[in-house]
């Protein structure tokens, strides 16, 4: 008789923190779902771009003046948060300062409207060939002089292992409600990384979330599989005014800087995944985080 871990392991293409080396496997799945045509909300170019690449960065997306009511409520949450303690508000390792607020499409009306909004779930579905829904929200806050990096990370080996998402068929979407400058600690990408599964080494402790949203330690690609996709494919740093929207799949390698500079760098996160792409249990063999991180 097989064993739940047995057969898990039978399902799962994209096996992580199970073997002692580090490996990296081939992608099998789509990067674009949809084909492209005249009708498509992205032009050929750019879903091209985003094929070979695995990210699109899209500049002037939303206007100064929708961005102004994101940046004055994500200026809210955080006063309201900085002496309140809430399970999806997590705090930068070394201080008390708000780190990232999640599940914001669930609690919040402003940005529950901007996560349904049109112009960008026509590319969502466009790019996963589906309805789309949200897996994860968050704001994350990168403020000046403190803010702490996020070490390199493909999203989906954490979303596999720890969530059960079966297959690479989501995308980030980061909009930008301050100015994403080289110096204020943006996203750096491995453009192409999204092509290869590196998987990690270490099992995953229970209830890792409640560290690793703080500062990651499982999950963490192998510095010589970094090097070799880097070394290959160069990184990419796609900056811009606030309302800038940056899109990348969810295998892509990514990573960023702390923040040393005066001027805070703060995006809205939201996490597109296929409808047809839904949760299995996680296949580290785990229970499933909390709801705020991984929408079942």
């Not at 900085?82 to 402003?110: C, G, L, T, Y």
């Not at 494919?233 to 309302?243: D, F």
């Not at 001027?263 to 709801?291: H, I």
């Amino acid at each position: 008789m097989h064993t739940m871990s047995q057969k898990l392991a039978q399902e799962d293409r994209y096996p992580s923190r199970i073997a002692a080396q580090p490996e990296r496997l081939e992608r099998k799945d789509p990067v674009v779902y949809s084909k492209w045509t005249p009708d498509s909300p992205l032009t050929q170019e750019q879903a091209a771009f985003y094929e070979k690449n695995g990210y699109l960065f899209l500049e002037n997306f939303f206007t100064e003046s929708e961005v102004n009511v994101w940046r004055e409520e994500l200026n809210r949450l955080q006063a309201s948060y900085r002496e309140q303690e809430a399970s999806h508000v997590i705090r930068e390792p070394q201080s008390k300062e708000v780190r990232s607020i999640f599940a914001v499409h669930d609690n919040n009306d402003i940005f529950q409207a901007l996560s349904k909004q049109a112009k960008l779930t026509a590319i969502t579905n466009f790019l996963l060939g589906s309805d789309t829904y949200i897996h994860q929200s968050r704001i994350n806050y990168k403020p000046g002089f403190t803010g702490k990096e996020f070490y390199w990370h493909s999203d989906f080996e954490t979303w596999h292992v720890e969530d059960g998402m079966p297959a690479m068929r989501a995308l980030s979407c980061s909009i930008a409600l301050t100015d994403n400058h080289p110096f204020n600690g943006p996203l750096m990408i491995i453009p192409g990384s999204h092509k290869t599964f590196v998987a990690c080494v270490g099992q995953t402790p229970d209830d890792h979330f409640k560290e690793s949203l703080r500062k990651q330690e499982y999950g963490v690609p192998d510095q010589e599989s970094l090097a070799a996709l880097a070394e290959k494919h160069g990184i990419e740093m796609p900056v811009g005014k606030a309302g800038s929207v940056l899109l990348f799949d969810c295998n892509v390698l990514h990573g960023s800087s702390s923040n040393i500079s005066p001027y805070p760098r703060s995006n809205v996160f939201m996490v597109y995944n296929s409808v047809e792409n839904k949760l299995n249990d996680p296949y580290s063999g785990q229970k499933p985080r909390p709801g705020y991180i991984a929408t079942r």
